[in-house]
T-cell receptor, first 121, second 111 residues
Framework: GAVVSQHPSRVICKSGTSVKIECRSLDFQATTMFWYRQFPKQSLMLMATSNEGSKATYEQGVEKDKFLINHASLTLSTLTVTSAHPEDSSFYIC?????????????????FGPGTRLTVL | GDSVTQMEGPVTLSEEAFLTINCTYTATGYPSLFWYVQYPGEGLQLLLKATKADDKGSNKGFEATYRKETTSFHLEKGSVQVSDSAVYFCALSDPDYKLSFGAGTTVTVRA
C-alpha cells in the first residue's frame, strides 16, 4: 500500500522560532497533499491543500503567512510554522492523494502520515 | 457545506461485545464515505470505505454500509478486542477530494 512519512515525529522549539515539517510520499507520486491540525481529543481541521508546483489553498481562518506550505515535487511537501508561539502547539498531520495507476493506490483516497507533535515553549 | 455528525463518546465496552458507532452526513452530490482509526500517538489509518450507495465497506471485522436514504454510514463490529481501542473518525470526501471529518469517537475495550 501507499506510505506517507513525516519528519520530524516530535519537535520542541522556543517561542519565536520557525519550524519546518516534511511530508513525503514514499512509493507513489502525490499530486495533492493536505495539511491538517489536530488539537487534543478533537477532530482534524484541514489547514490547506497544496498541488505540486502551485501555491497552496488555505482554509478560511488559517494564516498563510504563519503557515508556509511548499509542494515543490510530487513526493515532498513542507509546512513551515513561522515565529511559532505556544498556541501553535498541536499535532500536525499531512496526507497525500495519489496519481493513480499504481497497485494499491486509489486516486480518490488520501493516505495519511503519522503526524508531527509540535510543542512551543 | 458538507458535514459529518458522529456519535459522541467515549464508548467503553467489554471484550467480545458488539460495537456500533453512528455516523450521518450532509453533502451535495454523492460523496465517498470513510471510516478512519487513530491509535494513541499515531496518525490516521483508513479502516474502510464506500464510494456509492448501498456499498458495504469491511475490514478487520468492521463493517459499514452507505445508506443514501438515511444519509448514514454506521460502523459496526460484532465482537471487539482490546486491540480495537482507538479513536474512530467518520469522514466524507467532496469532489475535490477534501475530507470532512466527524468529531471522533473514543472507544475503549476492557479485557
Amino acid at each position: 500500500g501507499a506510505v506517507v512519512s513525516q519528519h520530524p515525529s516530535r519537535v520542541i522549539c522556543k517561542s519565536g522560532t520557525s519550524v519546518k515539517i516534511e511530508c513525503r510520499s514514499l512509493d507513489f507520486q502525490a499530486t495533492t497533499m493536505f495539511w491538517y491540525r489536530q488539537f487534543p481529543k478533537q477532530s482534524l481541521m484541514l489547514m490547506a491543500t497544496s498541488n505540486e508546483g502551485s501555491k497552496a489553498t488555505y482554509e478560511q481562518g488559517v494564516e498563510k503567512d504563519k503557515f508556509l506550505i511548499n509542494h515543490a515535487s510530487l513526493t515532498l511537501s513542507t509546512l513551515t510554522v513561522t515565529s511559532a508561539h505556544p498556541e501553535d502547539s498541536s499535532f500536525y498531520i499531512c496526507s497525500a492523494r495519489g496519481l493513480g495507476g499504481r497497485a494499491g493506490v486509489s486516486y480518490n483516497e488520501q493516505f495519511f502520515g503519522p503526524g508531527t507533535r509540535l510543542t512551543v515553549l | 457545506g458538507d458535514s459529518v455528525t458522529q456519535m459522541e463518546g467515549p464508548v467503553t465496552l467489554s471484550e467480545e461485545a458488539f460495537l456500533t458507532i453512528n455516523c450521518t452526513y450532509t453533502a451535495t452530490g454523492y460523496p465517498s464515505l470513510f471510516w478512519y482509526v487513530q491509535y494513541p500517538g499515531e496518525g490516521l489509518q483508513l479502516l474502510l470505505k464506500a464510494t456509492k450507495a448501498d456499498d458495504k465497506g469491511s475490514n478487520k471485522g468492521f463493517e459499514a454500509t452507505y445508506r443514501k436514504e438515511t444519509t448514514s454510514f454506521h460502523l459496526e463490529k460484532g465482537s471487539v478486542q482490546v486491540s480495537d481501542s482507538a479513536v474512530y473518525f467518520c469522514a466524507l470526501s467532496d469532489p475535490d477530494y477534501k475530507l470532512s471529518f466527524g468529531a471522533g469517537t473514543t472507544v475503549t475495550v476492557r479485557a
